[in-house]
């Protein structure tokens, strides 16, 4: 029986075309700038996302921390969703290391934080207050639905930092995901921020590995924040070879995980006992609820578990997450169906 493995993309395996790239990789010391394929991969990242100049990092949580440190000093205060990866998922790296303060306002369901909210999250000059330095957002939205950021709405987002002097990062681990779902070129996601950090080792299927962008000075300042957090790596053109990969060959197939998605919330909609918001699910990452009081959710995700299908219990009482990615086949979505359907049946 194969498993099906639907608890994230990150479980994706890197591919042929990866290995063989990594195995023949020319290399160097990366922390004298001298390892061809690490320099290769930063320009091309660069280049990708409309940016001078990119820093390859060990991960996603690794190229947000070194923005937030790059773009604020101790006692500063960034605003960013109560919802988002950065303030839920990142182990307080930023208040831990970075002595920043974190100021949450609401993200909506579609992984918006009103503008309005910004606005008034914003510090006036107080001795009191702390300095706001920086906003953050995050595209696609990972506990939002996997929803996606629109280019007009970033844009506008851009506009209220700009008008306070305040700095915009985006979390963009699966930018390439947006872009995709938006069909637009990933530079038009990215044009108004002054950072935005990516993941290759998710969607893209490369096994290590993020990269970070911004203006020349940014990332000058960041490769010594990466510095600090221990990130200066060696021959890391290894792995960074497959990151090249991963940008050449793994985007445009994201549509492929789009649609595989699609079809299973929309099968999800038609079991009864399981309760999906359709319209929401527009990328690769799906949540829904188990509303059969035949069942606990423990056992739910057990069963599933015993006929090869793996989930995650996460984002509410009896909520579920579901990722498709590079290795779920259309096959595979009817077997999750059937096997919903029947553990909800067997009950
Ligand atoms: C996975 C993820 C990250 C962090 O990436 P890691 O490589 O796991 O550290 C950051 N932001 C979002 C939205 C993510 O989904």
Not at 134 to 155: A, K, M, P, Q, R
């Amino acid at each position: 029986m194969k498993s099906i493995d639907l608890r994230s993309d990150t479980v994706t395996l890197p591919t042929t075309l990866m290995r063989e790239a990594m195995c023949e990789a020319e290399v160097g010391d990366d922390v004298f700038g001298e390892d061809p394929t690490i320099n290769r991969f930063e320009q091309m990242a660069a280049e990708r996302v409309g940016k001078e100049a990119a820093l390859f990092v060990a991960s996603g949580t690794m190229g947000n921390l070194v923005c937030s440190l790059t773009h604020c000093a101790r006692g500063e205060e960034v605003i960013l969703g109560d919802k988002s990866h950065m303030f839920l998922n990142e182990a307080g790296g930023m208040s831990a290391l970075g002595g920043i303060h974190p100021h949450t306002v609401a993200n909506q369901p579609d992984g918006t934080m009103r503008l309005a909210d910004i606005e008034g999250a914003i510090r006036g000059s107080n001795l009191h207050y702390p300095r706001t330095r920086l906003i953050c957002l995050e595209n696609t939205h990972n506990s939002c639905n996997g929803s996606v950021l629109s280019v007009e709405y970033i844009d506008s987002v851009a506009a209220v930092a700009k008008r306070h002097g305040l700095w915009l990062h985006l979390d963009g681990a699966r930018i390439f995901n947006a872009a995709v779902a938006l069909g637009v070129d990933v530079k038009e996601l990215t044009g108004s921020v002054d950072s935005v950090s990516f993941c290759l080792s998710k969607g893209l299927s490369a096994p290590v590995g993020s990269a970070v962008c911004g203006s020349s000075d940014f990332i000058a300042e960041a490769r010594r924040n990466r510095k600090v957090l221990g990130g200066g790596m060696r021959q890391a053109g290894i792995i960074a070879a497959a990151g090249i990969v991963a940008m050449e060959q793994m985007v445009e197939r994201l549509k492929e995980d789009h649609a595989n998605a699609r079809r299973l919330a929309e099968g999800i909609d038609q079991i009864e006992g399981l309760s999906i918001d359709v319209a929401a699910s527009k990328t690769n990452i799906i949540y829904f609820d188990l509303i059969s009081d035949r069942i606990d959710i423990e056992s739910f995700v057990k069963q599933l578990e015993k006929k090869g299908i793996r989930l995650l219990h996460i984002g509410g009482p009896r909520r579920c997450r579901v990722v498709t990615h590079y290795g779920i086949e259309a096959e595979d979505i009817d077997v999750t169906l059937k096997a919903l359907k029947e553990v909800i049946e067997e009950s």
